[in-house]
T-cell receptor, first 114, second 115 residues
Framework: DQQVKQNSPSLSVQEGRISILNCDYT??????FLWYKKYPAEGPTFLIS?????DKNEDGRFTVFLNKSAKHLSLHIVPSQPGDSAVYFC?????????????FGTGTRLKVLA | NAGVTQTPKFRILKIGQSMTLQCTQD?????MYWYRQDPGMGLKLIYY???????DKGEVPNGYNVSRSTTEDFPLRLELAAPSQTSVYFC??????????????FGPGTRLTVT
């Protein structure tokens, strides 16, 4: 049972345009959501997060939107740059047995074309 | 700070062999995690620890063991390697403070092949 889904395995976007990466979740107990970026042969690095009490969080070129009623979040990158080409994972978390655990999606490979 | 370090970077094991994947963090984080990532899949939690001496199973613990004798180190042990354990293994740590940030810091990974 995949609790966190990223239905688009890959996405190509022209440099300077907007990249929109989507993520859906099924568990209404999740209360914190994160996006990670991963380059080949490296570990994931944290990008941006959002608490379930908010519907938007911005950090520079990156904005995450949360729609709790639809159990959907999205990551917007504006403007997209070639260095943004990477695999992006969304993760959802909530307290289970007194500690935070994280459920990861399968990732979306973003390619930004120069 | 070196952050989270993992050794080795690569390893090839024969079926039935054993090995230990090392993970060390220098951020004084109490929470540490082991994940595996199979091709085209997300990260699956193997084991986690909320502090020295405390460990618990994640989603896919079978075939693995862990120990946490210090805050810094969280080794993962494979006792009888099987081809199904071919994967990339990531160690991560996190600051447990409720008022702090919730993101995990990941190591660079260990690519393991069992043949």
């Amino acid at each position: 049972d995949q609790q966190v889904k990223q239905n688009s395995p890959s996405l190509s976007v022209q440099e300077g345009r907007i990249s929109i990466l989507n993520c859906d979740y099924t568990n209404s107990m999740f209360d914190y959501f994160l996006w990670y970026k991963k380059y080949p042969a490296e570990g994931p690095t944290f990008l941006i997060s959002i608490s379930s009490i908010k519907d938007k969080n911005e950090d520079g070129r990156f904005t995450v939107f949360l729609n709790k009623s639809a159990k959907h979040l999205s990551l917007h990158i504006v403007p997209s740059q070639p260095g943004d080409s990477a695999v992006y994972f969304c993760a959802a978390s909530g307290i289970t047995s007194g500690t935070y655990k994280y459920i990861f999606g399968t990732g979306t490979r973003l390619k930004v074309l120069a | 700070n070196a952050g989270v370090t993992q050794t080795p970077k690569f390893r090839i094991l024969k079926i039935g062999q054993s090995m230990t994947l090392q993970c060390t963090q220098d951020m004084n984080h109490n929470y540490m995690y082991w994940y595996r990532q199979d091709p085209g899949m997300g990260l699956k939690l193997i084991y986690y620890s909320v502090g020295a001496g405390i460990t618990d199973k994640g989603e896919v613990p079978n075939g693995y063991n862990v120990s946490r004798s210090t805050t810094e180190d969280f080794p993962l042990r494979l006792e009888l390697a099987a081809p199904s354990q071919t994967s990339v293994y990531f160690c991560a740590s996190r600051d447990p403070s409720p008022a702090g940030r919730y993101e995990q810091y990941f190591g660079p990974g260990t690519r393991l092949t069992v043949t």
